[in-house]
């Protein structure tokens, strides 16, 4: 008989401020508990509300920082949870303390593109991070592109690195003929995902604008950014109002799943003109909805929507603005993406992540 696993996560994660994280341990301890196996998480400190479903182990000394937790804090909630395994499951771990562990690195942007993240600039914080991932027994990351990211960043040993993708949750799917009342008016092209400068949404703005510009069938097109700011939204607006154009640019904030949902089933399409990612979970999320998916050219791309989306030159407004405009006066062309974006969905689900997961758990507590 296969003796249960158990394997400790860090509990605030169900509550952290960066959304991609939020949702990626959400989601992923939900496939796990649902895969059946003799496993037992355990949810080290945190909401305990947030983290139902999971044996919760409080830990009483609440430093005053989030390094301070990551250092100190989750090793002494591990050591009383008595794991088999830890998972951090977003960039931070304790560098010394814990036997087996796990970590989770979706990108390394603020290695590779400091200049994005000047609040991480910080020698100590990025000496931390380097810590965390060379202390972990296995890494687990998004994508090959990330893999490689990751050797190059932190000379890590590739046969420690473990890629396993993202998937979406069965309730993105496409539209049953119900509008949400909360959907902005048609047409738009939407982007998910958090206002940041990689995000590149200068060249979708510029796009739509020029689609504006020329009249016809997408004289009313809009932008709509569905994500928290990180600075960039003044940016943009400031650009719409130059062009005279403010109406040209919506923006909705963070959104629960119902309304996100909605949001891609009435999408134009999803626009993804990021210029580092270290996988692009909207795409997915996009293409199991039945929305059609216009991407950067870059690694992450090919590997997430392959031949089932267009991808577009990274600073070329005239190009998104061309492709855009072919969705709409070519139905057909739409349909299509439609269709194969359909299928390559299929190929990602958070059971699959959630098997592969757990398998790392097992390798690790070997």
């Known amino acids: 008989m296969t003796p249960t696993l158990r394997v400790g996560l860090d509990g605030r994660a169900f509550d952290s401020p960066a959304a991609g994280v939020r949702r990626y341990v959400r989601e992923l301890t939900r496939a796990l508990l649902a895969l059946g196996e003799p496993l037992t998480l355990v949810a080290l400190g945190g909401n305990a509300a947030s983290c139902a479903g999971l044996e919760y182990v409080a830990e009483p000394w609440h430093p005053p920082t989030n390094l301070g937790w990551?250092?100190?804090?989750?090793?002494?909630?591990?050591?009383?949870?008595?794991?088999?395994?830890?998972?951090?499951?977003?960039?931070?771990?304790?560098?010394?303390?814990?036997?087996?562990?796990?970590?989770?690195?979706?990108?390394?942007?603020?290695e590779r593109r400091p200049e994005w993240y000047p609040h991480r600039r910080d020698h100590?914080?990025?000496?931390?991070?380097?810590?965390?991932?060379?202390?972990?027994?296995?890494?687990?990351?998004?994508?090959?592109?990330?893999?490689?990211?990751?050797?190059?960043?932190?000379?890590?040993?590739?046969?420690?690195?473990?890629?396993?993708?993202?998937?979406?949750?069965s309730g993105f799917a496409p539209a049953d003929g119900t509008v949400p009342p909360d959907c902005p008016d048609p047409p738009f092209v939407l982007h998910v995902g958090d206002l940041h400068?990689?995000?590149?949404?200068?060249?979708?703005?510029?796009?739509?604008?020029?689609?504006?510009?020329r009249g016809g069938p997408c004289r009313d097109l809009t932008l709509v950014l569905a994500g928290l700011d990180r600075g960039l939204l003044p940016v943009l607006q400031r650009r719409a109002a130059d062009a005279g154009?403010?109406?040209?640019?919506?923006?909705?904030?963070?959104?629960d799943e119902a309304t996100l949902l909605g949001l891609y089933?009435?999408?134009?399409?999803?626009?993804?003109?990021?210029?580092?990612?270290?996988?692009?979970?909207?795409?997915?999320?996009?293409?199991?909805?039945?929305?059609?998916?216009?991407?950067?050219?870059?690694?992450?791309?090919?590997?997430?929507?392959?031949?089932?989306?267009l991808r577009l030159p990274v600073g070329d407004s005239v190009a998104w603005a061309n492709a855009i405009e072919a969705l709409v006066i070519a139905p057909e062309k739409r349909a299509e993406f439609r269709e194969r974006g359909l299928r390559r969905a299929q190929a990602f689900t958070w059971r699959r992540t959630a098997e592969a997961t757990y398998a790392v758990y097992r390798e690790c507590a070997e």
Not at 74 to 81: E, F, I, K, S, W
Not at 201 to 206: K, S
Not at 245 to 255: D, E, R, S, W
Request: glycine share 6%; charged share 20%.
């Open 70 to 110: 990551s250092m100190v804090g989750v090793m002494r909630a591990a050591r009383r949870a008595a794991l088999n395994v830890y998972h951090a499951p977003a960039y931070t771990a304790p560098p010394v303390g814990i036997r087996r562990m796990v970590i989770t690195l979706h990108d390394v942007s603020y």
């Open 124 to 169: 100590l914080r990025r000496s931390f991070y380097r810590a965390s991932a060379k202390a972990a027994d296995l890494v687990i990351t998004d994508s090959e592109f990330s893999r490689q990211e990751i050797v190059a960043a932190y000379g890590i040993p590739d046969h420690q690195i473990r890629v396993i993708p993202l998937g979406a949750t």
């Open 197 to 213: 400068t990689r995000r590149n949404l200068e060249v979708a703005l510029d796009a739509v604008l020029r689609l504006r510009a």
């Open 265 to 309: 089933q009435s999408a134009l399409a999803l626009v993804y003109p990021s210029r580092y990612e270290g996988f692009g979970l909207p795409m997915v999320e996009a293409m199991a909805s039945g929305a059609p998916v216009l991407a950067a050219d870059v690694s992450t791309s090919h590997e997430v929507i392959a031949d089932a989306g």
């Open 245 to 255: 154009q403010p109406v040209a640019l919506k923006m909705m904030g963070h959104v």
